[in-house]
């Protein structure tokens, strides 16, 4: 029903917009829908910043003192609430984890981007537990997300029987400038948190996390020297095209360009869920980052089975060297757990990556089963972890990432073209389709989440 109505919004609005302008909603109309619509005055709402500067400064959550997970969530929602200037807007769209997280009371953005957790049984349970002989898993955003980008998997987790917490990362949840000043440090030490808390509070622990997400994940697994009982307490590690090595050549040049500028982009941070805008030490935190998990860095990783999902033509991260880091885990040791490493390669080709042969690759069918197979030019980095019904990112969704056309005459027909391109944002997809959107949703999402669950069944 409500991609229905998404659906009659969206074309009402683009028919509007083509026909001279959008008239911009009321003050008190204003809600996370409606600044979609923004499209006319991109430019002055971008020069603005409005959603880019945080409205205050408040303390961090202290990781030191290994507080109880119920009272991170807690203090993040107050920092959100305190310094991101969308938090209090209205939101009308639902998943199945924000109906178990609040039932159907009337959402705001905070609602959405909050960290949170729950519990496959439904039943409120006391963080101060310990071992209460269950299975969770942790799951760890990208740079500039959000945990909402984990609300469509959570679910999937939810029907093995599993607990889901997610991080909500420094600097993140609040608006673009939060990142001006963060260092990946701040990065580490709330993922360091995130595992102690997961290995205290559950007998079996598995570990999650998109890109930048992912990266942390191994830096941790592979710095921390974790004990062979918690290395047997951890079943699992799924990578979301972890964040290897930037497409970017000149990624490293960002810490130097921090000194002087702080933005790469300035967007108009509609998307409630991301920040749009980008600074430039956002950028040379996470290369800082990236060099930790190197292959000649991975010394002691310890035999925790991976599951990995990566994109051929992936243009944030460097496929090959995600591959590279998933071929130096695989091989690395006496493993015991080798036999269940998962890749899934999503590519254009028929054939497979070169990879040892006792990796199990899956390479999905081509797109034949939903309405936007025809739609469809490659598999976006932005689109691994949500479901092509999400009512925000999926088919027919509210927001639209056009972000890589921004201030050009394409910018537009992107945001409002009733038969948009999606895809990845090759150069060859470019010149071919200059106003395509870039792809925020997986259409192989089902398929994903059925070898996820045959992978967490093998453990």
Partial sequence: MMNSVCKIISLVVALVVSKGGFALPQKNEEDCISINYLVTNA??????????????????????????????????????????????????????????????????????????QVDPRMQAKSNTEKKHDTRGVLLIHGLTDSPFIFHDLASSFLKQGITVRTLLLPGHGTAASALVDVSHAQWRAATAYGVQSMLEDFDTVYLGGFSTGGALLIDYLNQQKISLAQEEQIKGLMLWSPASQAKANMAWAAQYVAWFKDYIDEGTDIDFAKYESFPFNAAAQIYSLMQLIQPANLTDTPDIPLFVVASEVDQTIDTKSTLRVLEHWHNNGMRKTQHKDTLIYYADKAQKPVLSSSINVIKPELCTHGDYCEALIGIAHTALTNAPNNQHYGWQGIYRNCEHVFGTAYYRTCKTTQNPILGETTAHGLQAYPAMQRLTFNPYFDHMVDALARFLDSQ
């Fill in 43 to 116: 430019a002055s709402v971008a020069e603005k910043g409005r959603y880019r500067q945080t409205l205050a400064i408040t303390d961090d959550f202290d990781f030191s003192t290994q507080g109880a997970f119920s009272e991170y969530i807690a203090h993040q929602r107050k920092k959100i609430f305190a310094e991101n200037p969308k938090a209090h807007l209205p939101c009308p769209i639902t998943t199945p984890i924000s109906d178990q997280l609040y039932g159907g009371r009337d959402l705001k953005v905070i609602d959405l981007i909050a960290p949170f």
